[in-house]
């Protein structure tokens, strides 16, 4: 039931645009995704609800097809910041067990 | 606002005796959530609490392992007889309410557990 998020790893120079991809077997609700620095807790990014919506802040957003049951996430003109693990997280129906992906490593280099 | 608070951030306990971990949320919120994440891993689901309730703890194991959130003070997650296999970060979030497509979850620092 856990979502497979692809690629597993990325890195990128300064600048550059990276698209982290999340995909459930099962037809989904809503995806959330969440950030996590080595060592420390995950931090909230944006939800996304069905109905093929996009969101975004500063150069980070995402879109939700939930005929194809996959999110992604866009980063673009990436910097050093942005290094860390992202996860989606994604939920069935409204208030039930919430899922995290398997993660994708990012890392930004100067 | 005081974010998400978890104590100890970190623990070690020698194999065979109990671990306690706990958990205040948000002020205002009462969902609680569980995680366990081995290193390099994701976050596992483990339980979700509500005050006094659980609501889901299919992602907990059977033995050993139990949760509380009483109507006062902090949510509680309690390994007993500790195993080495049980050293990870356990993470929890509070959500104001249930976890959905309009309520996100806000994590706290996690407590890394060594079971030596």
């Known amino acids: 039931q856990q979502p497979v998020q692809s690629p597993q790893a990325v890195i990128l120079r300064e600048g550059e645009d990276a698209v982290i991809n999340c995909s459930s077997s099962?037809?989904?609700?809503?995806v959330h995704w969440y950030r996590q620095k080595h060592g420390e807790a995950p931090v909230f990014l944006m939800i996304?609800?069905?109905?093929?919506e996009q969101k975004g802040h500063d150069k980070i957003s995402a879109s939700f097809n939930e005929k194809k049951q996959q999110s992604s996430l866009y980063l673009t003109a990436s910097q050093l910041s942005y290094s860390g693990t992202y996860f989606c997280?994604?939920?069935?129906?409204?208030?039930?067990?919430?899922?995290f992906g398997t993660g994708t490593s990012l890392t930004v280099i100067p | 606002n005081a974010g998400v608070m978890q104590n100890p951030r970190h623990l070690v306990r020698r194999r065979g005796q109990e671990a306690r971990l706990r958990c205040s949320p948000m002020?205002?919120?009462?969902?609680v959530y569980w995680y366990r994440q081995l290193p390099e891993e994701g976050l596992k689901f483990m339980v979700y609490?509500?005050?006094?309730?659980?609501?889901?703890e299919s992602g907990m194991p059977k033995e050993r392992f139990s949760a509380e959130f009483p109507k006062e003070g902090p949510s509680i997650l309690r390994i007993q007889q500790v195993v080495r296999g049980d050293s990870a970060a356990y993470f929890c979030?509070?959500?104001?309410?249930?976890?959905?497509?309009?309520?996100?979850?806000?994590f706290g620092p996690g407590t890394r557990l060594t079971v030596t």
């Open positions: 979030a509070s959500s104001l309410n249930p976890v959905s497509a309009i309520y996100e979850q806000y």
């Open positions: 099962k037809a989904l609700y809503s």
């Open positions: 996304l609800l069905k109905g093929g």
């Open positions: 997280g994604t939920e069935r129906r409204s208030g039930n067990q919430f899922y």
């Open positions: 002020k205002g919120h009462s969902h």
């Open positions: 609490l509500q005050k006094e309730n659980i609501i889901d």
